[in-house]
């Protein structure tokens, strides 16, 4: 497994991590403990070395997954995990945000604790807490990092102008946001921040939450419990209109001897060296196909191509309901 760095930072990790949500929370129904365990065992088998967690995903039920499932590999792995939801005392999320540095401290003392672990790798702010100063919350993880329980920290889903407020206070190692050829949106302004910066960036979705995939169309039925029944992009109506762009990324497949998700993810690799996608899965060939896209590579003229291609699309759809994009890009 080729290795990358994280930004400008001393965190590296395997060229692509795993999006750990999907085993717990999500995607439909939680897998069965015995099989999210055996499916990140066999990740660090194959040379996986960047795991990402969060409490909300559950909520804490996928920590407790994560840290039970990487206990043996804990000096060979990272492991990103995220703050900043409200979480009432039954363990609901209550929908709201609350990044007071008192309430970050006693997370972190939480996510160690379900984690099993001494120190958090990576921890980020999930989503930017208008109600709290980003200054205060750079402070509060700085704090963290001075005590030995953080190592690096985070962002996910911040402004450009949030992410430099953060930096000037504490190092920002890594920004985590969607992106992928179904949604581009952080090349306007994100990424050239992050350039700037020296930040690593982390693409959650990187497989457009599967629609890259081929696997998903118009007449997919969604689990009740899935998370894309309440996306926009994920109307039957929209599924269909963005299915050109789906036929278009399995045409290159198709022209390189490799699968749709192979391309979309070596897409991503092929943009900057310091970019680490986090495709997520439940099954253990999706993994492999996955992992496999590492090895593709992309010629500058594929690149030129793909973007010629894709830039005639018009892609329908919002990638949120309304109240979940108003808290991101603050």
């Known amino acids: 497994m080729q290795k990358r760095n994280l930004g400008k ?22 897998v069965e403990k015995h099989h999210g365990i055996s499916l990140i065992r066999g990740a660090v088998e194959r040379g996986i070395t960047f795991f990402d967690t969060a409490e909300v995903y559950g909520p804490w039920t996928n920590e407790e997954l994560v840290g039970e499932a990487l206990a043996p590999y804990r000096d060979q792995v990272v492991i990103a995990t995220k703050f900043g939801w409200n979480i009432d005392e039954n363990g609901k999320n209550t ?15 939480a996510s160690l604790k379900r984690l099993g672990t001494g120190v958090i790798d990576l921890f980020y702010q999930h989503r930017v807490d208008p109600e709290v100063p980003i200054e205060d919350v750079a402070g509060a993880v700085k704090d963290l990092i001075q005590e030995g329980k953080v190592k690096h920290f985070g962002l996910s ?16 190692t890594a920004l985590q946001s969607e992106y992928s050829l ?4 952080p090349e306007q302004e994100i990424l050239p921040t992050l350039e700037e910066l020296g930040i690593g960036f982390v ?38 209109a963005n299915q050109a762009l789906v036929d278009v990324v399995g045409e290159f497949a198709r022209q390189k001897g ?37 090895a593709v590579e992309l010629t500058a003229d ?3 191509e793909i ?24």
Request: glycine content about 10%.
């Open 95 to 109: 929908g709201e945000l609350d990044s007071r540095p008192e309430r970050i401290k006693r997370v972190a003392d």
């Open 307 to 330: 973007d010629s291609a894709t830039s005639r699309i018009k892609l329908e759809g919002a990638r949120y309901p309304e109240q979940l994009q108003k808290m991101v890009g603050r």
């Open 157 to 172: 889903e911040a402004g450009a102008k949030t992410i430099r407020r953060a930096h000037a206070v504490q190092r920002v």
């Open 258 to 294: 490799v699968t749709p998700a192979q391309i979309a993810l070596a897409w991503i690799l092929a943009q900057k060296p310091w970019m680490v996608p986090i495709p997520g899965t439940t099954k253990l060939h999706r993994l492999e196909e996955n992992i496999g896209g590492v």
């Open 203 to 240: 693409p959650f979705s990187p497989l457009g939450k599967g629609f890259l995939t081929g696997a998903i169309n118009a007449d997919t039925q969604f689990d009740k419990t899935d998370f894309r029944n309440i996306v926009p992009r994920f109307t039957p109506e929209n599924r269909n």
């Open 302 to 304: 594929d690149l030129r």
């Open 182 to 185: 179904f949604w581009r949106e």
């Open 9 to 30: 930072s001393n965190l590296e990790v395997s060229a692509i991590g795993l999006g750990c949500m999907g085993l717990s929370f999500g995607l439909g129904p939680a």
